[in-house]
């Protein structure tokens, strides 16, 4: 009864979210003259300006952020858009990911303008912030962190959670009889704890090294399995292009969502995993010291490119060569594990293993570092901030014993209501972005390294920049 109703949910916020995703998307993508082409080297460029001492780099941010994003997402959410909308809904996932671009270039740089200064001389901020500064509103802000707080911290490591324990069904004879769920759940919560109380700076230094390493490994890994079936490669293509716009393929599809099925499932697995628009990068983005704003919204920009066109499209190829029977009912992480199993034998099981080990514990906390900063808006208190860690690890734990449908649902429903309200803000105050940027590319052009000062856009209502 409660699935239903969750799906039911879900149905109708699709309805509205994924015209807004596009909208914005085409929007953003048309006002920023393509910015996404034009200033590509200027995002790869904007990841190695070096910060104080002590301070969040651009590249730690965006490793903060790619934690968050870079979890099941990639490998399972990916998964199930194929079984769910079929070959099809990975060409929707890359046509949003090259226009959901922009959408994340826009809220990363109104973060980094309306973002705050700690008392450690670290910065944060995100939408909540954003919403309450520039448009006078904090019980809006409020609403936006509680959506936020229960979407990342309950609801995506909830989610996280239970992908870690699944991809050990594997291993283990009646895995869901057993006490192993109990055990795994309580073994991530300790070690989450543990991160959680050591602050931002230890989540930055963790994501700066764990997340490169096993985002390269796992792109290595397709790139072995499609040169081993490179005549493969143009048929698996054929069928994503034109499975896109197949009624044929989207009617017998055997989750089939009607006749939008991978338009749906493509638009919403690659939101889940990119995140652009969705109003969470820019939490990370906001922590990094960077002299213009405009330089983390590139940052921001280069990261979608990560997820979705290595990342993502590296779990496509994996399960597509693979040639299993989509009809199988079985979790997505295993018929991941089995797909790669099909190419390079039993040592591909728990290849994938370690990578869902990894990338949902970097995960875990990339998304409780988003959380935090939010709780920090509603009530900056130390005392409030603890009882918050202690629930975050009560919900690592419950994740692990939870069934997949509820977590999936729960997770969808908490996204779809921060993107709406998100892309609905930065659609009424990306033109702060905007100006920011023309102000960034006038100084490239005068020969300058760009510097911001809020006052040169007219505003005069920022914490760091005036």
């Given amino acids: 009864m ?6 039911a949910m879900n149905k109708y916020l699709s309805i509205v979210l994924i015209p807004l ?25 904007s990841l190695f300006h070096k910060p104080k001492t002590g301070s969040v780099s651009p590249f730690q941010s965006l490793m903060i952020s790619m934690a968050s994003r870079i979890g099941v997402g990639q490998i399972a959410g990916i998964t199930l858009a194929i079984v769910a909308g079929g070959p099809g809904a990975i060409f929707w996932m890359w046509i949003m990911a090259v226009l959901g671009c922009t959408s994340a270039f826009v809220e990363s740089t109104l973060a980094q303008i309306y973002k705050v200064k700690n008392k450690d001389g670290s910065f944060r901020g995100g939408p909540a912030y954003y919403i309450s500064k520039a448009m006078h509103k904090k019980y809006l802000g409020i609403i936006f962190a509680c959506l936020l707080i229960g979407g990342y911290a309950y609801g995506f490591n909830m989610l996280q959670s239970y992908q870690l324990s699944s991809s050990l069904e594997y291993y283990i004879d009646n895995y869901n009889n057993t006490i192993y769920p109990l055990l795994v759940g309580l073994g991530l919560a300790v070690v989450t704890a543990l991160v959680i109380w050591g602050g931002t700076h230890r989540i930055a230094f963790i994501s700066e090294y764990i997340v490169p390493i096993m985002s390269i490994a796992y792109v290595m890994l397709s790139i072995f399995i499609i040169g081993k079936n490179i005549n493969k490669v143009p048929s698996v293509l054929h069928s994503i292009f034109s499975e896109a716009f197949s009624i044929r ?3 017998t599809s055997p989750f089939s969502a ?12 690659g939101l889940f995993s990119n995140e652009a628009g969705m109003g969470s990068a820019p939490n990370a983005a906001a922590s990094a010291d960077v002299k213009h704003p405009v330089n983390q919204g590139l940052a921001q920009l280069f990261s979608v490119f990560i997820d979705t066109m290595l990342i993502c499209s590296s779990t496509a190829f994996i399960v597509l060569l693979s040639g299993l029977d989509r009809t199988q009912k079985i979790s997505q992480i295993l018929f991941v594990q089995k797909s790669v199993k099909s190419q390079i034998g ?3 099981v728990h290849l994938i293993a370690f990578a869902i080990l990894t990338f949902a514990f970097t995960s875990i906390i990339g998304n409780y570092c988003y959380a935090e900063s939010n709780v920090l808006f509603i009530k900056n208190n130390k005392v409030v901030l603890n009882i918050f860690r202690v629930t975050c690890v009560l919900a690592v734990f419950l994740g692990a014993q939870v069934r997949s449908n509820l977590a999936w649902n729960i997770s969808d429903i908490f996204m779809s209501l921060m993107a709406i309200m998100n892309i609905l803000v930065i659609m009424r105050i ?7 940027l023309d102000d960034y590319i006038k100084q490239k052009k005068q020969g300058k390294l760009p510097e911001f000062k809020a006052k040169d856009i007219g505003l005069e209502d920022t914490d760091v920049w005036n």
């Fill in 249 to 251: 393929a989207i009617m």
């Fill in 346 to 348: 039993s040592l591909g």
């Fill in 430 to 436: 990306g033109k702060i972005a905007l100006k920011a």
């Fill in 21 to 45: 995703l596009i909208t914005a998307g085409i929007y953003f993508t048309l006002r920023t003259k393509f910015v996404q082409i034009r200033l590509f080297k200027d995002s790869i460029k």
């Fill in 2 to 7: 409660v699935i239903t109703i969750l799906r």
């Fill in 258 to 269: 009607g006749v939008l099925a991978p338009l749906v499932h493509g638009v919403k697995r």
